[in-house]
């Protein structure tokens, strides 16, 4: 037998005489008569002023209304109820602490019952503040330890004091934990018999009003029975003791001192490993510190035993007795971390700020090994690939998607003098991909200098596998949003020519498609093949605003559809191409599309030998522009690229840029080389790869002078082979005819000078 039963908020529905919050017994509900009993929502929370929450009870049978403890300040509408009723709860203001009243409403005659619970906020938020972090005590006799504290509630009925020792011999040294009559916190303490320190952590607990225990936590080391806690020692001297690509432990006492330099908050501390092609290990961000030397000269990579051990504020001067800590040492550059560390380790800690973080300025190219792991502002820096967010990647590979196939993306940046360096940004870094357009122009942009592997962007120099993923001798990990200090209004670099998307084409008499730069009118770019005249738009990744899907993890979950964040393209006119033909995030991934495309796409890289036994004759991109009338010291070019889009033998890998004053693709020594470059594949879903790049790769090319005081100048961008990947291996086979499929894209081209 069926029943249709309405439901309000949460209905509980059984048999009368035989309810619980277990199975009905089916025979039961043929033979009772069944019991509405729901109440519209159960739990609230409210202001400290006064006021009222209105409820509504669904019930056939008569219902009693109570509270569970004597609550004067609270007052309920009804006490007894005859089926279905509205009824409310008053409650008055809350110049205290937070509080909390629970009502029951029970069936009667049965075993049914539901409790309404209602948190006030106070005037007052219950705490409990510690001068210090941390305290270090006498061992060679007993005493009392002090530490400043300040505390609204009644310590000795209100806060539960709990010793947890931690290292070190023995247990039940803290013998008590009281509060004196100057309100400092006070621990009566035995001697030390040891010839070594020992460690606990006391946790001053307390209920914030609503029945839930808070904590604050006071560090706690004992020097030996000589009161000795280990000796000082800078990170000059543990870097000595460092041997390359081995670990050591350390069996003494030594005790360092810096600055923590990290933001535990910005989850952009540490570079989460990929462990396996489909999974990331993200506790390495919540324990990953940067330690700087007082004097800012030095910084460690400290590493803690577990996330809840990385207890530190950014800004925090810490000293940690490094006992028991592994220190490992890496060159090309010389950097080294500290791993193993945890809370009974740190015998200070004391709060800091911004100002008393050494002030390191520096160019990209006066970076050194020296400022491995500290906090530097790079001077007078740009992003030169103006779109996207911090990470313009396909966010169906990552946590928004509940996917783990990449921990990072490296945006380029640029400086003044030439110089290029990646910006890492983690997946897991909140505010990645927020819908803030990365400010244009150029400024300050501060960090922590680190050297790590991006396997997308290089899989070796093309054939040397130990070189894989290098992208540089350092980059820079931003802390916070507001370490990008770039100005719109001001910058060191103009533009001769740009490409942002797909704008304006024709078709010209020599057989070609051309499109039109989206910025000024310099010039032109094509690409060169006579057997597909034409390029069609691919999709980006652009998309500024928030990602995540149904499946997608916390801060990046249910973000499906465009909120009008764009691509981060403003036109000349200073209006946003979002408004121009959009449909983004459609999916919650970050795909930037629109009729056309953002990028441009080509399959045909190689048009066939005329004649038996002859090579085929490579395409390219071919970019015209002109130089006349520019004079600077610094000219440059900024491409975005993405080949092999998720399928095999379609995207050449290995690419050369060149230039020229004459347009005579056919004769090479006309050619001058720029440099060469990869290109990376588009994952394979099913089989994805470390060689695999769900993002369009950004690369900076210095330029010579001597393209300068040109009329015509020519760029092209070549295949110099048809090698290409397969699902199984990179570089593991070449394009075969008629050499089409997804090709080669590209969704940016820039050529900047210094003003």
């Not at 017994?25 to 609230?44: M, V």
């Not at 009693?64 to 403890?69: G, N, P, S, T, V």
């Not at 819908?435 to 040397?464: H, M, N, Q, T, W």
């Not at 980006?540 to 559809?561: E, S």
């Amino acid at each position: 037998m069926k029943y249709n039963i309405p439901v309000i908020g949460k209905l509980l529905v059984c048999a009368a005489v035989m309810f619980s919050f277990t199975a009905c017994n089916d025979d039961a509900i043929d033979d009772t008569a069944l019991i509405e009993f729901g109440i519209s929502a159960n739990t609230f929370t409210v202001s400290a002023n006064a006021g009222h929450v209105d409820l509504q009870l669904l019930s056939n049978r008569n219902c009693r209304l109570d509270f569970i403890e004597d609550t004067p300040w609270a007052e309920i509408s009804i006490r007894d109820v005859n089926g279905d009723a509205k009824f409310y709860i008053d409650y008055d203001d809350n110049p205290s602490f937070p509080r909390i009243a629970k009502v029951i409403v029970s069936a009667q005659g049965t075993a049914l019952a539901d409790t309404i619970v209602l948190r006030q906020r106070g005037m007052m938020t219950p705490e409990v503040k510690i001068a210090s972090g941390s305290l270090v005590l006498d061992g060679s006799r007993p005493g009392y330890g002090q530490e400043g504290m300040e505390t609204n509630l009644d310590f000795d009925t209100d806060v539960i004091p709990e010793v947890v020792y931690t290292g070190g011999e023995g247990s039940g040294w803290i013998e008590s934990v009281t509060r004196d009559a100057d309100g400092n916190l006070s621990l009566k303490y035995a001697a030390n018999q040891s010839d070594n320190p020992r460690s606990a952590t006391l946790n001053l607990t307390f209920d914030n009003g609503w029945g839930e225990m808070q904590a604050t936590t006071l560090f706690l080391t004992q020097k030996n029975r000589n009161d000795e806690l280990g000796r000082n020692v800078s990170f000059e001297d543990i870097i000595g003791m460092a041997r390359m690509s081995a670990d050591v432990t350390i069996d003494d006492y030594y005790i360092i001192t810096g600055y923590v330099v990290s933001n535990r908050e910005s989850r952009n501390a540490g570079d989460n490993i990929q462990s396996t092609p489909t999974s990331i290990d993200y506790t390495i961000c919540d324990r990953t510190v940067y330690l700087e030397s007082e004097d800012g000269r030095y910084g460690f990579n400290v590493l803690t035993a577990t996330a809840d051990d990385n207890v530190f504020d950014r800004y925090d001067r810490v000293q940690l007795l490094l006992k028991g800590a592994v220190l490992h040492g890496e060159n090309d550059p010389d950097r080294y971390e500290l791993s193993g560390i945890t809370t009974s380790m740190i015998v200070g800690r004391t709060a800091g700020t911004a100002a008393d973080i050494p002030v390191k300025e520096k160019y990209i190219s006066e970076l050194t090994d020296d400022d491995m792991y500290t906090y530097v502002t790079l001077k007078d820096c740009e992003f030169p690939v103006r779109q996207g967010s911090l990470t313009p990647i396909h966010d169906g590979y990552t946590l928004a998607d509940n996917a783990h196939r990449m921990t990072k993306y490296p945006r380029l940046m640029r400086d003044i003098q030439g110089s290029s360096i990646y910006l890492y940004t983690n997946t897991t870094c909140p505010y990645r991909r927020d819908g803030r357009r990365l400010p244009y122009g150029s400024g300050k942009i501060s960090g922590v200098v680190v050297f790590e592997y991006f396997k997308a962007y290089v899989y070796g120099d093309g054939y040397d596998t130990d070189t894989h993923g290098r992208i540089g001798t350092y980059q820079l990990r931003h802390q916070s949003y507001d370490d990008i200090q770039f100005d719109a209004e001001q910058s060191f670099s103009n533009l001769l020519t740009e490409y942002r998307y797909i704008k304006d084409k024709a078709k010209e008499t020599d057989g070609l498609t051309y499109w039109y730069p989206t910025y000024g009118k310099n010039g032109r770019f094509t690409h060169t093949s006579t057997r597909y005249a034409g390029c069609y738009g691919c999709t980006t990744w652009n998309y500024l605003g928030w990602t995540g899907t149904t499946k997608g993890i916390a801060p990046f979950r249910n973000h499906v559809g465009d909120d009008g964040s764009g691509l981060g393209i403003i036109l000349e006119d200073g209006t946003d191409y979002n408004a121009n033909k959009k449909i983004f995030n459609t999916d919650g991934k970050g795909q930037g599309t629109n009729t056309n495309g953002n990028a441009w796409c080509n399959m045909y890289w190689w048009e066939e030998a005329a004649n038996e036994g002859e090579e085929d004759t490579p395409n390219s991109w071919l970019v015209e522009f002109s130089t006349a009338g520019i004079s600077t010291d610094r000219l440059s070019m900024q491409i975005s690229v993405q080949g092999g889009r998720a399928l095999e033998l379609v995207g050449p890998i290995f690419w050369k840029a060149e230039w020229s004053t004459e347009r005579n693709l056919a004769d090479a020594s006309k050619w001058q080389k720029i440099g060469e470059y990869q290109v990376p594949d588009f994952p394979i879903w099913n089989n994805y790869h470390e060689w695999q790049l769900p993002a369009f790769k950004q690369i900076d090319f210095p330029l010579p002078l001597e393209m300068l005081g040109h009329e015509h100048v020519y760029v092209r961008l070549t295949p110099v082979s048809k090698a290409a990947s397969t699902s199984y291996g990179w570089n593991a086979g070449e394009i075969t005819n008629p050499y089409s499929g997804a090709g080669s894209a590209m969704d940016y081209f820039a050529i900047r000078y210094n003003k």
